[in-house]
T-cell receptor, first 113, second 117 residues
Framework: AQSVTQLGSHVSVSEGALVLLRCNYS??????LFWYVQYPNQGLQLLLK??????LVKGINGFEAEFKKSETSFHLTKPSAHMSDAAEYFC???????????FGAGTTVTVRA | SAVISQKPSRDICQRGTSLTIQCQVD?????MFWYRQQPGQSLTLIAT?????????ESGFVIDKFPISRPNLTFSTLTVSNMSPEDSSIYLC??????????????FGPGTRLTVL
């Protein structure tokens, strides 16, 4: 079965500092991986996705993620945090034979002025 | 992409009652999904609702508790029946627009925040 593990349920960063959110996956087939963001009182919005075309994936709002097969990781980064990045971030992996998504537990990001 | 709306956005209900949540999409889609997000938790898939067929429920979810309708390609409803405080969650609708390939993302509605007293 496919699954993802997000390390760290809460991350606090200073404005302008690096944001690093960790995601490790387990998959019996080549994975397709996604990062979603959920702003307060809103639904989920796709930040980026990995579909095997390139290991470094650039997304919206300055975020990027690097797929590392040897480490079974898909960590999300942003070089300089902005106050508007305060939200909950979810890593997800698609199923082995279908479209179903399995989500990680989520990481809440707070940004300090 | 797809723009999804949900009604109601939030509700407070008494235990033992039922609530029907509506999900409307701005384009025709084959696959619609219903998720539950319990307080402080991640998303759990309740069921997949494809037009023209019965909804497919995930382990731990049953039709009697969460009946789903999918009358056409742009609309679905989820009913939370005989509610208890444990049903207090955010319920999210999502769609997949590209035919169900593994690499395709899902688009999410804003969610319905349900509190059961």
């Amino acid at each position: 079965a496919q699954s993802v593990t997000q390390l760290g349920s809460h991350v606090s960063v200073s404005e302008g500092a690096l944001v690093l959110l960790r995601c490790n996956y387990s998959s019996s087939v080549p994975p397709y991986l996604f990062w979603y963001v959920q702003y307060p009182n809103q639904g989920l919005q796709l930040l980026l996705k990995y579909t095997s075309a390139a290991t470094l994936v650039k997304g919206i709002n300055g975020f990027e993620a690097e797929f590392k097969k040897s480490e079974t990781s898909f960590h999300l980064t942003k070089p300089s945090a902005h106050m508007s990045d305060a939200a909950e971030y979810f890593c997800a992996v698609s199923g082995s034979g279908d479209y179903k998504l399995s989500f990680g537990a989520g990481t809440t990001v707070t940004v300090r002025a | 992409s797809a723009v999804i709306s949900q009604k109601p956005s939030r509700d407070i209900c008494q235990r033992g009652t039922s609530l029907t949540i509506q999900c409307q999409v701005d384009s025709q889609v084959t696959m619609m999904f219903w998720y539950r997000q319990q307080p402080g938790q991640s998303l759990t898939l309740i069921a997949t609702a494809n037009q023209g067929s019965e909804a497919t429920y995930e382990s731990g979810f049953v039709i009697d508790k969460f009946p789903i309708s999918r009358p056409n390609l742009t609309f679905s409803t989820l009913t939370v029946s005989n509610m208890s405080p444990e049903d207090s969650s955010i319920y999210l609708c999502s769609v997949e627009t590209s035919g169900g390939a593994r690499e395709d993302e899902q688009f999410f509605g804003p969610g319905t925040r349900l509190t059961v007293l």
